[in-house]
């Protein structure tokens, strides 16, 4: 699953796409930047593919007053987690001799940008300062181009500072949330490297992700979700953790991410996971540095790790409500300390409890809430023919879901309390499709199939009573599928489903009345 991130830069050239890498073991090897005194020249890109080396070039212009250097990635271990750049809106050039440039521009009183601090610099695309190319498109020698480029990943490593700056040069950052996979790039280029964006790799929303505990300095990183894991490696220096390695599953295929201090001398915690071993848990503790200071992982059959480093400062746990099977971490590292460590967490469906197929439509964003005791509220938003969102607190913990759906202060708000350790839901009815008020003319109903359809009722069954949101009216015509949630004898103990604009599908959980 990847998100693709805006490009910064100049509008001239044509536009180039070089897709997603999101297998395995594919990704960024190897980039190739040419330079000069004017900035980014071109950019060449060693991509990997089902083990192929794919090679990507974005700029034409050769010469001999280009310099070009290398950065290659220690992959599938280490991958690109961001970029930094600028791009300069007072470069001369040549767009019509293949690269010839114009003199050195004045860079007096330039001042270099804090790169440490890129991450509170609030950019905007370059298409938006419209002035000042308006009044410069005339010119048959103006162009905008990417003027510098520096690449950083996820062991720390940042690449040299490529390219030069001008006296009005923007910056601007390219990055995955919470440090994920560059996964390509796209933009625009012609003789030179128009504008640059990416492609980064992102956790789905169905998993749980629980925020890293520690430091807040370091490098983000997030190695992403996969089936489990196999193997846990932890390096210990002094009364500190200095870097983990983590043997991730994924179907046939082993990948592994390492981060923090560079070690060959780490203690192991082989899992069976071919008999289905997964881990659980981690408890561990942060000293009054924002260090880790150690770390204890948990399984699914009640086996421990050892305890890795020295137990000093203060305590935490990542344990997800509902979630049962961490399948990837993230965390903040330094060249030879772990600053903070979170995890992404899968639901495990276990018998007696079963995962009913979901209702609705294909489109939108994946959600689950995961396994519960029970459920103790239902709150739903929803407008005169739509339900918007959908909201749900369980028991256990208690637990309160996020908001599914969009919400606007416009909208209608039901909330159903259910009576505590006496009430549970046995059914969700719904009907997903689209309403159209009296003598709707035909070609409007025609018009309408252009559009998304929505959820148009919704009713949740108790062993109570009944609570209905939107309920069909005889006076509507109603077009889509109707459809019933429910198994014998049992009851919902969590909700999944995807969302839009508005609530798009949902799914149930559902667990033997007798084993509640």
Same mark, same amino acid.
């Given at each position: 699953?990847?998100?693709k991130?805006? #490009?910064y830069?100049?509008?001239?050239g ?5 897709g997603v890498?999101?297998?395995t ?7 190739? +930047? =040419? ?5 980014i020249?071109y950019?060449?890109?060693?991509? +990997?593919?089902?083990g ?5 070039e974005?700029? &034409?212009?050769r010469?001999?007053?280009i310099?070009?250097?290398e950065?290659e ?9 961001s ?5 300069r809106?007072?470069?001369h050039?040549?767009k019509?001799t =293949?690269g010839?440039?114009? $003199? ?13 601090c890129h991450?509170?610099t ?8 419209g002035?000042y190319?308006?009044?410069n498109?005339g010119?048959?020698m103006?162009?905008i181009?990417?003027?510098?480029l520096q690449?950083k990943?996820s062991?720390?490593r940042t690449?040299?500072e490529f390219?030069m700056?001008?006296?009005?040069s923007?910056d601007?950052?390219?990055e ?5 996979k ?11 490297l128009d504008?640059?964006?990416?492609y980064f790799?992102v ?6 992700q629980l /925020?890293?505990?520690?430091?807040s300095?370091?490098?983000s990183w997030?190695?992403g979700a ?9 390096g ?5 953790v200095s ?9 046939n ?16 915690f082989v ?9 659980? !848990?981690?408890?561990g503790?942060?000293?009054?540095? $924002? ?6 992982f948990?399984?699914?059959?009640n086996?421990?790790?050892?305890k890795?480093?020295t137990? +000093?400062g203060t305590?935490?746990e990542?344990?997800a409500?509902g979630f049962d099977? @961490?399948?990837?971490?993230r965390g &903040? !590292? ?5 600053n903070?460590l979170g995890a992404?967490?899968?639901?495990v469906?276990?018998p007696?409890v079963?995962k ?6 294909v489109l939108?964003k994946?959600?689950d809430?995961?396994?519960h005791?029970d459920v103790?509220?239902?709150?739903v938003?929803y407008?005169?023919? !739509? +339900?918007?969102s959908v909201k749900f607190e369980?028991i256990?913990?208690?637990v309160i879901g ?5 919400i606007?202060?416009d ?7 259910l009576?505590f350790? %006496? ?5 969700v009815e719904g009907?997903?499709g689209k309403?159209?008020?009296? %003598?709707?003319? #035909?070609s ?5 199939s252009?559009f ?5 009722m ?8 009944t609570y ?7 006076e509507y015509?109603y ?7 429910? /198994?014998?004898?049992?009851? @919902?103990?969590?909700?999944y489903?995807k969302?839009e604009?508005s609530?798009n599908q ?6 033997? @009345? #007798?084993?509640?």
């Open positions: 699953m990847s998100e991130m805006i #490009a830069g100049g509008s001239n044509q536009n180039f796409d070089d890498y999101e297998g073991y594919d990704g960024v090897r190897k980039l190739i +930047v =040419g330079e000069d005194s004017h900035g020249i950019l060449k890109i060693q991509y +990997v593919k089902n192929d080396v794919v090679l990507k974005h700029g &034409r212009a010469g001999t007053h310099t070009e250097t950065f990635v220690k992959c599938p271990d280490e991958y690109i987690t970029i930094w750049g600028t791009y809106n007072d470069d050039r040549y019509s =293949g010839s440039t114009s $003199g050195q521009p004045d860079h007096v009183g330039y001042k270099p940008l804090d790169r440490l991450k509170e609030q950019l905007t695309p370059a298409e938006k300062y002035l190319l308006a009044a498109m010119s048959p103006y162009t181009t990417v003027s510098e690449f990943t062991h720390g690449s040299a390219g700056p001008g006296p009005r923007r601007f950052v390219l995955g949330e919470n440090g994920t560059l996964l390509g790039l796209h933009g625009r280029s012609g003789d030179f504008a640059i964006g990416a790799y956790v789905s929303s169905a998993f749980k /925020e890293p505990q520690g430091g300095n370091g490098v997030d190695d996969y089936d489990g894991l196999s193997k846990l490696c932890v210990e220096d002094g009364h500190c870097s983990v390695e983590f043997h991730y599953v994924k179907g295929d082993r990948i592994t991410h390492c981060h923090g201090k560079d070690s060959k001398e780490r203690k192991e899992l069976k996971d071919q008999d289905g071993e997964y881990v659980k !848990s981690v408890e503790t942060i000293d009054t540095d $924002g260090f880790i200071s150690s770390l204890t948990k399984t699914s059959m086996r421990s790790s050892e890795f480093g137990p +000093v305590k935490f990542l344990e409500k099977k @961490i399948v990837g971490f &903040r !590292s330094s060249v030879n300390r772990i903070a992404n967490f899968a639901v469906v276990v007696p079963k009913l197929n979901a209702k609705g439509g939108g994946e959600w809430d995961g396994i005791d103790r509220m239902i709150t938003r407008d005169e023919k !739509s +339900v918007k369980y256990n913990g208690p996020d908001a599914h759906g969009d606007h202060e909208d209608k708000k039901l909330e159903f309390n009576y350790n %006496n009430e549970y839901i046995t059914s009907h997903y309403r159209f008020a009296p %003598n709707t003319s #035909a409007a109903i025609a018009i309408s252009l998304p359809a929505y959820m148009t919704l009713k949740f069954s108790t062993n109570r009573t209905k949101v939107l309920s069909h009216s005889p015509t077009e889509g599928t109707s459809f019933k949630l429910e /198994e014998k004898d049992h009851k @919902i103990v969590g909700f489903g969302t604009v609530l949902i799914g149930v959980y559902v667990k033997p @009345i #007798a084993n509640a």
